[in-house]
């Protein structure tokens, strides 16, 4: 299993970035207070009293921002505590036919197929499919849909004609009555986990090329076996 890193180890914390102002600042000030001491007036020096304070000020910053870092570390390791934690939950469900209710499929050698259930018979019924990152690739609008468990089919060919790469894809049904109100859909998927990953820093389950986090798996089961004939 891939070794898993929290995204937030990848960025400058809000505290480092803080420590790096402060420390660029309080050389302005020592300039500052270097360069007005040297030019102050001998008969009428400044107050001693502020600049202390200013020096008490900094310090009292410099602290606040220490213990910032000190959380912020707290909480990145509770954070990768938890994704190893949830990672390890994972690896116990290989092998095993894992369910989801997201409106996921896989497309594999030029097929992908969806299992919708309508609340309501519909008269029109858009369907719309998306890639990975989010851009819409086919649509089509049909008439007539039963209520009910049903599939959906794609031959994997995108709207503009060319062929999709194999991979996840996303469903979303948009159904109406004849009445123009809005049909309930739902959606399922089930299928064999194959592997656990790491993607953008949390760890999935995969089911062939479908990502799956673990807090969107409904169902684990045992996958069906077939019995040897006598």
């Known amino acids: 299993m891939t070794e898993i890193t929290s995204t937030s180890q990848l960025q400058q914390s809000a505290a480092a970035t803080a420590q790096t102002n402060l420390a660029s600042n309080f050389d302005d000030f020592l300039t500052l207070l270097t360069t007005q001491l040297t030019h102050q007036d001998p008969l009428n020096p400044t107050d001693s009293t502020e600049f202390t304070n200013q020096l008490v000020n900094f310090t009292n910053v410099e602290q606040s921002i220490a213990t910032n870092q000190n959380l912020e570390a707290l ?23 894992i369910g989801t209710n997201l409106n996921v499929s896989a497309l594999s050698d030029g097929e992908a197929t969806w299992n919708i259930d309508l609340g309501s018979a519909a008269a029109t019924v858009k369907y719309d499919i998306y890639s990975q990152d989010g851009s819409i690739v ?11 468990e049903q599939q959906y089919h794609w031959d994997g060919v995108k709207s503009n004609g060319t062929p999709a790469d194999d991979g996840a894809y996303y469903l979303v049904v ?9 049909v309930s859909v739902g959606y399922s998927f089930e299928g ?24 969107y798996i409904i169902s684990v089961t045992q996958p069906k076996t077939t019995e040897p004939s006598a």
Do not use: R, W
């Open 75 to 97: 909480v990145k390791l509770e954070q990768m505590s938890q994704q190893n934690l949830m990672g390890a939950t994972m690896i116990n469900y290989l092998g095993k036919s």
């Open 138 to 148: 086919y649509s089509e609008t049909t008439e007539g849909a039963p209520s009910g």
């Open 174 to 182: 948009t159904a109406e009555t004849a009445g123009g109100n809005d």
């Open 192 to 215: 064999i986990a194959t592997s656990v990953e790491t993607v953008n820093g949390e760890p999935v389950m995969k089911v062939g090329d479908v990502p799956i986090g673990l807090g």
